[in-house]
């Protein structure tokens, strides 16, 4: 079993909608929960990093944990075309940057 | 600032050549890694290190070398390229602290023949 399991998609929406990505994770260990947007032949960029549980939001994105189920999720509200790319998490142990990335959800919002 | 930069932004190598991934950061950051990434398998880590002079492995870090004598550099080398190696290589750098958050080069593509 993986230790981060991520579903590739592709998943298309229409501009507009709201979208839900989604990661499962197998260590309790993890504390530090990023999640990283990657256009097209770029490197990834941080969009959200939240430690341990709860909710973060910024701007239209919000990062939820829940660590008792170790689900781990990120939600775009009004998606845009310029949303479109593959979304990747990420998990690590507090005190290492050895992350661990889920191998990312690509996501394609129609216009 | 430039963040972190790589050179080359692509690279095709003969089966047994070596080479050198140049990286660079002038954000004064202690850790740097580096990743590689291939279809369906996601990034994985090859080394890291927490400051100059300390490196350490990763996941994946066989075929490998790297050595970190300044803070801003952190050369990745390939001794004897394999055709298994062909993938798109990304640095990465981070400060130590509360965030724990790393920020990525733009990828050098590598190709193995």
């Known amino acids: 079993q993986k230790e981060v399991e991520q579903d590739p998609g592709p998943l298309s929406v229409p501009e507009g909608a709201i979208v839900s990505l989604n990661c499962t994770y197998s260590?309790?260990?993890?504390?530090?929960f990023m999640w990283y947007r990657q256009y097209s032949r770029k490197g990834p960029e941080l969009l959200m990093y939240?430690?341990?549980?709860g909710n973060k939001e910024d701007g239209r994105f919000t990062a939820q944990v829940d660590k008792s189920s170790k689900y781990i999720s990120l939600f775009i509200r009004d998606s845009q075309p310029s949303d479109s790319a593959t979304y990747l998490c990420?998990?690590?142990?507090?005190?290492?940057?050895?992350?661990?990335f889920g191998t990312g959800t690509r996501l394609k919002v129609l216009a | 600032n430039a963040g972190v930069t790589q050179t080359p932004k692509f690279q095709v190598l003969k089966t047994g050549q070596s080479m050198t991934l140049q990286c660079a950061q002038d954000?004064?950051?202690?850790?740097m890694s580096w990743y590689r990434q291939d279809p369906g398998m996601g990034l994985r880590l090859i080394h890291y290190?927490?400051?100059?002079?300390?490196?350490d492995q990763g996941e994946v870090p066989n075929g490998y070398n790297v050595s970190r004598s300044t803070t801003e550099d952190f050369p990745l080398r390939l001794l004897s390229a394999a055709p298994s190696q062909t993938s798109v290589y990304f640095c990465?750098?981070?400060?130590?602290?509360?965030?724990?958050?790393?920020?990525f080069g733009p990828g050098t593509r590598l190709t193995v023949l």
């Open positions: 954000m004064n950051h202690e850790y």
């Open positions: 939240t430690y341990s549980s």
């Open positions: 290190s927490v400051g100059a002079g300390i490196t």
């Open positions: 990465a750098s981070g400060n130590s602290g509360a965030t724990d958050t790393q920020y």
């Open positions: 990420a998990v690590s142990t507090s005190g290492t940057y050895k992350y661990i």
């Open positions: 260590n309790s260990a993890f504390q530090y």
